[in-house]
């Protein structure tokens, strides 16, 4: 057991010294407790707490022995057990000290604090694996967001700390990733105000600004609000260090469809480069007007649309892949008929959706074209009675991002 | 290993011992008192002892003695009921136990290691415990022990015995360290370790019928043969010493005395505590494969032999000799742990219903090789596989064996409680529950399923475990409560609200892992589900005839504190929210429970039954099923025609109480009208999705949940299709489609579509006023917010009237409110009306009326709902009644 007795030395003179960042190093998963608690595990042995208790200050000896049990539990595969054991042990223990003093003072525990957070967010998600494997209730991820929210509060509170402040940022990021896998998109947005009253945004490094701009713009995205989800996800890809492409994709899974609903096509190679084939056939859909490619296409990766939670902003494209048609019809009836050019008789749409494999009664087809000018896809009016569809003199076919993409009745 | 072959030699003397012998080796021959090792030194650290004893026969009583206190000299050990204690001895044992291990082949540094670790445990761990005092006391008593080792080894023999006359009926806690399961059953297959100590005495045949061996070992001697890993049904173990980290310890009934029965399973990494309640009590191990204190890599390669050490546990010697064989030849991790924990399941199932291990064991043989052969051994889920069970196994007829599993489902009421190997892990609760419960059809479950929510966060695991468990699960309930005979299931329901009101009691963690415990102990014993026991449940006085008598009510109200069977014969009854705990006589067992929703829903059909008395009506049934905790088809039955019920007067708030339940209960593959509900659990989501608005994306996306979630053979449904294509019209602001569907519901979907009628209704007149410059004719209008009937949706309704009525419905076929009018005319004034009422302006034009979209822009408007009157019955409307009351006041 040298090496436990030279880690808690280590770790003792690194809390002595008040170093945050080593202490941390020391407390990570990957440290050298790794090893040391898969000596124990498997030598069966239980954490030395007489040995620590010995050797480290109040609080921490009880925190480093749940530690070191998390990482023996970790080892024998009990995630649960061992996720309780940071948390509860551990995670809460240090909350509890930086909620404690407001001021400066427990400014070098940050390091730990966000070592920790990050840590029981990992620990978290593989427990609730195991659980929901086992069929129990999987509740650690909720648990952990309880912890993380005493962490946030601990930091983002703090009265004469900046650097406490803009800590919190960090957390937050981890938050919006367990808010999200939880769906509990609600809570994401008290924290995000907190960020943007404190002006904490600035501060913070790319890598958290791209994660918070990343969660903020799918937010936006469930609410309807393309543009600012365009701004926020335009940036999260723009400043996605390029090294890590998954990143990059996860961007692009919500950028992609926002920016087809404002009217910007991903180009075949960004697709291709980033792995996103399930987009090459909708981009296709939307750039051709091709409405039966679209639903056949949503219909066929309806599963993975909906595990990423697109499905509902793709299917939004409908109605733009309908415009494109029936801009298409429009240019191909002003040829055949110029001197009635304004005027597409609605027969001529329905024929080119059955061309497309699609039937739509009478009925359904006036209510698509009442909802393309009702929600200002096509300028112009439709003559109900006469079937046809009078098309403004001027820009008739507006950009779409000017179109209303919110339901106007839910926006009023 | 020695422990384990006197179970067998106790169960089949003749067999096991021959086994034992033969596959034992040489250290069967050491005689029954031989000496154990002198104190510890550098040549004895490998050498386990046990130090067994068989049982006195006067140990046989069932009375309950405390435990004796060991040797003069000796410390007591601590009482058993100290929960810290008997923990730190279990580590301390283990802790040697694994020196022992490591010490086939380095015998005199792993005593040396020995040593130093019992001084720096002295040095330290007296000031962590909160029983500071007992540690340092304990740690003397350890010290002691190895001073006066020899003394004491001898002595143990005797003490022992005395020890297990006095322990008889306590229940108290099983340990068993991973490790020592694996070192115990290493030794034999390994020939570089010291000769072992064994007792080999035969214990004395027919001593309860059954022999109990007990094995009193301690301190560090008893290293290495760590004793019984299974003790056969009808002994009574009770590691008395605290310092002897051994096996299960399980309680005896002390009605049965026939039979006292007890499992003691190996490889318990729990610590489980039993506290001894005045019931008869037992405690399940589960054998599992999850141990808290596994060291993953042991030197020495003994890996394998963990698997074999598991397969001998459980198995009889043959196939334990076999195995141990076979992985000492094959390098490690030759089976994979969960197939030895199954292993371990299918001989303590086989046990309690009296199959000789040497069949199972063959059986088993044979079974593995075939498994080996087909290269499944690493790819099947032991976890969940089913208990194999020789063809036709003897005696599981007669009585004696079902007396002897049922004693098993009795009371337990351990507490669990940390020990220093961490903290006992709901995990391993639950991985234990799932063993018992995947294995054994008769479980119940009354678990609800985890909602695991949609996370669209990582998309990499596409599959969560429980959407693809649900099938799964769903093999080992059909069986269900059904399978049980009617009176059983009374029993088994009062076993349950017994240990309900128990928990309830406790409260908080104890009361948690008592329930699953409880469950465990339940579900997990009676194998295949045909020993089906609560029977003996209330111990000897149990006697068939006593099925809802006076008597058998009396015990059980005096054993379970008065527990709820259903004994009320009536067929009406009302609902009154309980605030206590049930009265038998006010609850209806299943049958009549069926008679009265079979009354209830012809009443409900003939319209006999107002909407007030049947929702009444419901939810009695509905308690009823709740606190006899049936989950099964009839329940599902009450709360289909429950919500049916609802839906069809419209009252959501009950109908999503039914649904949520129904869920649940589909989850559990219960049999029921899955594609209608399953619909309307779409619809339901999706109306409350369109109206939520812009804080819709909670709903929007359990709604997403849902669908993704549909069965796939249910997906093909009429009912489904429907609601699939609903959704999609309220997303993409169909109108037109939406009345379409609504005209086509099958079922009771309109009911639901309702909520949402009005709004797209509004939505649909404002698109059409923004688009359209000339003025539309109404009927148009009509037909596309579906207030007049569509000429060519004449024949839907045709379908549908097919006689009867859903069960639960008044109707053979629901309008809704928005239905549309049943002709053209009607329908077009009727929209006309409508469209005054939301501000639209409509002129007559000519002979028909029209909508002047040009002149309605900008003045259409949502008028404010006529105060609804939410029960439905106009004569209780409040306003009504304040005006009758003043009339009658002036008259």
Known sequence: MAQLSGYVHELASALKRKDGQRAAELLSTTSSAGLIAHQLASAGRPVPTGQLSAQLPEPWSDMVTAFLRCLVGQHNGERAVACKE????????????????????????????????????????????EL???GAPANQLSECAISLQNFFRGLATSKSSQAKKDASVAVVCVMMKVYFKLNAIN???????QIELNRLFDNAKEAHKVTLRYYTGRLAAYDEDFLKADEHLTYAFEHCVTTSPNNIRRVLRYLIPVKMLLGVLPSEGLLRQYGLPEYEPIRRAVKEGNLGLLLSSLESNQVRFIQSGTFLLLERLQLVVVRRLFRKVALVHAQMNPAKAHQVPLALFEAALQLQGIEKDPLELQCLMANLIFRKYIKGYLAYKSRVVVLAKTDAFPILSAVQLADPLAAT | MSAYYQQQGAHYPLSGQAAYQQHAGPQVSAPPEAPPPPPPGP????????????????SSSSEAVPPLPCQGEVPPPPPPSHPGLQNNSVQNAAVSATGTASGGGDATATAASHDAYAQW????????????GYEQQWYAYWQQQQQQADAYAYASATSSQQQQAGILNEPSVSVLPRDEARDKLVHPSSTSSPPHTYNAQPPPSGLYGQLPVHRASHGRFRTGATGPNTVPIGSR????DATSASASVAGVPSGSKQHPAIVIRPQVPLVKRAVSVATPSYISVDSSSNPVTASSTPPHGQNPAVAAAVAAGAAGAMAAAKAAQASSTQGSSQWPPSFTAWVTRCFNTARLQNIPDSRLSQKLMAYLEQVKTDGKLWTTDWDTHPIMLPDNPAGQQDRGSEAVSTVLALDVTPVRKRSRWGAVSEARLDHDRRHSHDQHPSSIEYRKRPHVPDSDEDDQNGERGSDSATPKQSLHHVGGVQSLSNRRRKKLIQMEQHQQQQSGRRGGKGALSLEELRRQARAGRFGNGRAAGIVAGVGVHDDDSSGMDMSDEEVAERRFDGLVVGTCQNLEKSYFRLTSKPDPATVRPEPVLERALERLVSLIAHGEASFFYSLDQFKGMRQDCTVQHLRNGLAVRVYEAHARSSLEYGDTAEFNQCQARLAHLYADAQPGCVAEFTAYRVLYETVHCATAGRRGGGMAKSLMHTIRNIPRELSGSEEIRHALQVREAVMTYNYAAFFRLYASAPHLGRAIMDVVAEAMRFAGLNAFVKACDLPLPVSEMALLLGFAPRPSSCHEDAKEGDGKPLPGCMRVHLD?????ASSMEEGVAECSAWLRDHGAVVIEKGSEPVLDTKASRG??????VSAKVTHGDENLSVNDFLSQAQRNFAG
């Not at chain 1, 809570?187 to 105000?193: A, E, M, T, V």
């Not at chain 2, 445990?121 to 500071?132: F, G, L, T, V, W």
């Not at chain 2, 809704?816 to 549309?820: D, S, V």
């Open chain 2, 43 to 58: 040549s004895d650290a490998g050498k386990p002892a046990i130090n067994d004893a068989p049982p006195l026969p006067g």
């Open chain 2, 859 to 864: 003045k259409l408007f949502v008028p404010e």
């Open chain 2, 816 to 820: 809704g409110e928005a239905a549309a």
């Open chain 1, 132 to 134: 929901a494997r086992k």
């Open chain 1, 187 to 193: 809570n994401c947005k008290q924290p995000l105000q």
């Open chain 2, 121 to 132: 445990y002295a040095r330290n761990y007296s000031s962590y415990y909160s029983y500071p």
């Open chain 2, 237 to 240: 173990v009770h590691v008395n």
């Open chain 1, 86 to 129: 940071f948390r509860e042990g551990y995670a809460a223990s240090l909350a509890s000290m930086l909620n404690a003093d407001k001021g400066t003072e427990s400014e070098w525990l940050i390091p730990l604090a966000l070592g920790a957070a990050a840590t029981l967010k990992v620990l978290s998600s593989m427990a609730d694996e």
